[in-house]
């Protein structure tokens, strides 16, 4: 079965930094585009950034551009999400997401959909507030 894991989320301040980080059991996350996805009460579920299965591309939500950063460890086999200057609209459930199938391809532009994603972890809380 294909689990992620997240973690890293948690409590902090606004203008303050949390990293998220992904893995996987029963696969190994090298290969596969790796979403990362945020769903605030009442809200849907957004799309946050994603990082191709080379990591020669990344994507970005207009929302987090210039303060999120993903990335890949392949030697962890793990991917990061660091998020810095967090506000509290930043307030969320944080997922991250693997796209096992091909149909979508390897790279990661233009919009970050859900249904391209294959495999999903539980979510890990981020909340952001003084």
């Known amino acids: 079965q294909l689990q992620l894991v997240e973690s890293g989320g948690g409590l902090v301040q606004p203008g303050g930094s949390l990293r998220l980080s992904c893995a996987a059991s029963g696969f190994t996350l090298d290969s596969y585009v790796i979403g990362w996805f945020r769903q605030a009460p009442g809200k849907e579920r957004e799309g946050v950034s994603c990082?191709?299965?080379?990591?020669?591309?990344?994507n970005y939500a207009h929302s987090v551009k210039g303060r999120f950063t993903i990335s890949r460890d392949n030697a962890k086999r793990t991917v990061s999400l660091q998020m810095n200057s967090l506000e509290p609209e930043d307030t969320a459930v944080y997922y991250c997401?693997?796209?096992?199938?091909?149909?979508?391809?390897?790279?990661?532009?233009?919009?970050?959909?859900?249904?391209?994603?294959?495999?999903w972890g539980q979510g890990t809380q981020v909340t952001v507030s003084a």
């Open positions: 997401a693997a796209r096992i199938r091909d149909t979508y391809g390897t790279s990661c532009y233009g919009a970050i959909l859900g249904y391209e994603y294959d495999a």
């Open positions: 990082i191709s299965s080379s990591s020669d591309n990344t």
